[in-house]
């Protein structure tokens, strides 16, 4: 970082201030041998002389003291009553020492140009271009900062607007679930629960939740469609169902098991569920997706969870055990695993039904 002043009074630069030139015959060696004597300066040319002095020398002792940024505006008000370039350059120096990366970026480039013969001027100007990238680099930092705290405050106004979370009760396991969870630092509203059973055998109660905020200003177009936004007109035919498994906002399943299944139990049954994602003329990427979905499965025993996540741009997650597994990103393999229980072939109808049991309360 350049630190060093430039003496303008030390040097003999005083002289040159606003119209006192030496004359032209001592500027030529003129034989005479006599010193032309300097042309007298008016009042207000003394006065702005005195006055630059001043502000020079006070800017001087600030900068000495540690008080870069007074110091660069005291010598802003003596380039003002005499412009020198050796004040920009100052100027420059004592805004850099303050941090003032923007002014003394500017400050710098002016004397580069009033002195671009000057040895200074070069590292006057590579000390701009290092200037103007920090403060470019720290605005995008303060950008993403500003940014985060709107989300933070649009997040807590969004929440305080939220109904209390209560207990829910899956009637056939009785395993409960509350009505409002966060994930991620974001509201998930309880859609609704339901059993899983086979063969007549319960294996796991399902709560599926999903993002509130994008799901609430996503539901008055489900309404217009449906004809209401009552229960019964909402649950008429199966637009809740393609809304929810089409819908751009996060889904979560929270599976409660029951019984003992094993991982390649889980593995097949998702692999029947979802024939069409491992089929032969199915796309690759789905085929490769599809597969590391179910390598992300373990072992699952009786009271224990396993949640099943996927992001609006189609990212799933599963958690077991508290150990949270980041699978593929692919919107077409979030739509299939939701086509598990809300398609138009569910593994089993009435849970289905169940799952949107409270899709009225976010018109709530």
């Known amino acids: ?61 600030l900068y000495d003291r540690g008080d870069f940024t007074d110091a660069a505006r005291e010598f802003e008000r003596a380039y003002a009553e005499a412009p020198l ?4 350059y100052n100027i420059a120096t004592a805004y850099d020492k303050g941090g003032e990366r923007k002014k003394a970026a500017d400050a710098y480039r002016k004397y580069a140009t ?67 969870v966060t994930v991620d630092g ?23 939740y999903i993002e509130d905020e994008p799901a609430r200003a996503a539901f008055p177009g489900l309404a217009a469609r449906a004809g209401g936004s009552d229960h019964a007109t909402l649950l008429r035919n199966d637009l809740v169902n393609q809304w929810l498994v089409l819908g751009e906002f996060g889904k979560m399943a929270r599976l409660h098991f029951v019984r003992n299944v094993s991982a390649k139990d889980t593995r097949d049954s998702y692999r029947d569920a979802m024939p069409d994602a491992f089929s032969s003329t ?20 009786d009271g224990e969870d396993l949640v099943i996540r996927t992001s609006s741009d189609g990212q799933v997650t599963v958690e077991q055990r508290g150990q949270v597994k980041r699978g593929p990103k692919n919107q077409r393999l979030a739509h299939d695993i939701w086509d598990i229980w809300m398609g138009q072939k569910p593994i089993n109808s009435d849970l289905k039904k169940t799952l949107v049991d409270r899709v009225d309360t976010l018109g709530r």
Do not use: C, N
Not at 152 to 178: D, G
């Open 114 to 180: 009033a002195m671009p013969e000057a040895k200074e001027a070069v590292v006057a100007r590579k000390r701009a271009d290092v200037l103007e990238t920090e403060a470019k680099q720290l605005e995008e930092v303060d950008a993403q900062k500003r940014k985060a705290a709107e989300e933070a405050q649009k997040a807590a106004a969004a929440r305080a607007k939220l109904p209390p979370s209560l207990p829910f009760v899956e009637p056939v396991t009785k395993h409960t679930y509350q009505t409002l």
């Open 186 to 208: 974001k509201p998930y509203t309880l859609l609704g629960a339901g059993a899983r059973k086979v063969i007549g055998f319960k294996v796991y109660a399902m709560g599926l």
């Open 85 to 88: 370039p050796d004040f920009l």
């Open 282 to 301: 199915a796309p690759a990427d789905l085929r490769r997706d599809a597969d590391a979905f179910l390598a992300m499965f373990e072992d699952i025993k």
């Open 1 to 61: 970082m350049a630190s060093r002043l430039r003496w303008v009074w030390g040097v003999g630069l005083a002289l040159s201030l606003v119209g006192s030139a030496p004359s032209l015959a001592h500027a030529r060696g003129e034989k005479s041998g006599k010193k032309a004597a300097a042309p007298k300066l008016s009042a207000e040319e003394e006065e702005k002389r005195a006055a630059a002095k001043r502000f020079f020398d006070t800017g001087t002792l």
